[in-house]
């Protein structure tokens, strides 16, 4: 549906971001920072979703207090977690006319720092790159990915190294991560 020569616009919504349980006002990403991995993914990906390409989400950086309590109420796991995502679509295309000038709404992505933080550390490489893979990992579940056995985890995992690899950052994640 995607015109071809029209390239993906994204709008990225920052809602607030806790570092060690504190709101601040900067994220370790510039907000354009983000308006261009959710491009560029999303060009990759080609959804083809809207005829105009324009889409938005919602990314929430927070802490594992909150994320928390989001898992404990709509995953019924009363932990804290890495990332959700709450895709505003729940079937393969809108089934409805939806008008061409606005920007098809893909849902939520919220990111507990404080778990990436640690999982960065554990990891041995930044934080920018493990808040990269958990959006990268919350972009596919709102376009429909799932991991519900090892072979569709491993499509996805290899997937959001692609996504990875194509902003710049390193691809050491499949290997790590499994």
Not at 32 to 48: A, V
Not at 80 to 108: H, K, N, R, S
Not at 143 to 163: I, K, R, V
Request: proline share 5%; glycine share 4%.
């Amino acid at each position: 549906m995607k015109l071809a020569d029209q390239p993906v616009q994204v709008e990225v919504s920052i809602q607030d971001i806790f570092f060690e349980s504190e709101p601040v006002s900067e994220s370790p990403i510039s907000v354009d920072t983000w308006q261009d991995w959710f491009s560029r993914w999303l060009e990759h990906l080609q959804p083809n979703l809207t005829a105009t390409g324009a889409y938005e989400l919602c990314l929430r950086l927070t802490n594992d207090a909150e994320i928390q309590s989001l898992n404990a109420q709509y995953r019924h796991k009363d932990q804290p977690t890495d990332v959700l995502a709450f895709a505003a679509l729940e079937v393969e295309a809108p089934q409805f006319e939806y008008p061409a000038e606005i920007p098809l709404y893909l849902g939520d992505i919220v990111i507990s720092v404080e778990t990436a933080r640690s999982q960065a550390q554990q990891e041995g490489h930044s934080l920018q790159q493990e808040l990269a893979w958990l959006s990268a990992h919350g972009l596919l579940h709102l376009l429909g990915w799932d991991h519900p056995d090892d072979n569709s985890l491993m499509a996805m995992l290899s997937m959001q190294e692609t996504l990875l690899r194509s902003v710049g950052l390193g691809t050491q994640y499949l290997t790590e991560k499994t």
